[in-house]
């Protein structure tokens, strides 16, 4: 079985900042779309090299070079 | 680590606002008005009834979002800045344990840090 955690974050004026460990390719998105839908608005999505290791289907993310 | 997500809480959900103002330890009524300036009434979708001074109401916009409404200079108690984050930051929370329960997460911690940000670590085997 394969550990999944996230650290959640909320400030005080309701922000909430979450990281995922232990999901690989698009499984995190998964994981925090439903949060994310829930709360509002998405400010900012920043993928990690861990999301590059099994890219489970197309995807297309902003680049990150500037 | 595999992505990083910032979210702006917007106050959308009726039954999480009202157990969100529960657990702040709020008495709430749903469908009434709130008393201000000069006895004036004005209708809300949830008034908070506080112990002294002004209630404080919240109604449904057109946005589908919920906003604070009241009469903050009789409002005692509190105040509009402290009230509103309050009500934020618990919303935010009641939605995310919300969330994450349902796919089957645990809180293995929780604590307010010294910046008044609260901090979850929540866990699921797959």
Redesign the interface.
């Known amino acids: 079985m394969d550990k999944q955690e996230l650290e959640i974050t909320i400030d005080t004026n309701g922000k909430v900042s979450i990281k995922v460990a232990g999901a690989k390719g698009g499984q995190c998105l998964d994981i925090t779309k439903p949060i994310e839908e829930a709360l509002g608005e998405v400010k900012v999505r920043e993928m990690t090299p861990e999301y590059y290791e099994q890219p489970a289907e197309p995807f297309k993310v902003r680049s990150n070079q500037r | 680590?595999?992505?990083?997500?910032?979210?702006?809480?917007?106050i959308?959900?009726k039954e999480l606002l009202v157990a969100c103002l529960k657990e702040l330890g709020y008495t709430v009524e749903e469908k009434t008005t709130i008393k201000g300036y000069r006895g004036q009434e004005t209708p809300v979708d949830i008034a908070v009834r506080m112990r002294q001074g002004y209630d404080i109401g919240f109604t449904l916009g057109p946005d589908g979002t919920y906003s604070f409404v009241a009469d903050w200079f009789g409002v005692q108690g509190t105040n509009q800045q402290e009230f509103t984050?309050k009500v934020?930051?618990q919303?935010?929370?009641t939605?995310?344990i919300?969330?994450?329960s349902?796919?089957g997460?645990n809180v293995v911690e929780q604590q307010r840090e010294a910046?008044?940000?609260?901090?979850?670590?929540?866990?699921?085997?797959?």
């Open positions: 680590m595999s992505h990083f997500t910032e979210v702006a809480t917007k959308a959900n984050a934020q930051q919303y935010a929370l939605t995310v919300d969330q994450i349902r796919q997460f910046t008044g940000e609260i901090r979850l670590v929540v866990r699921r085997w797959v």
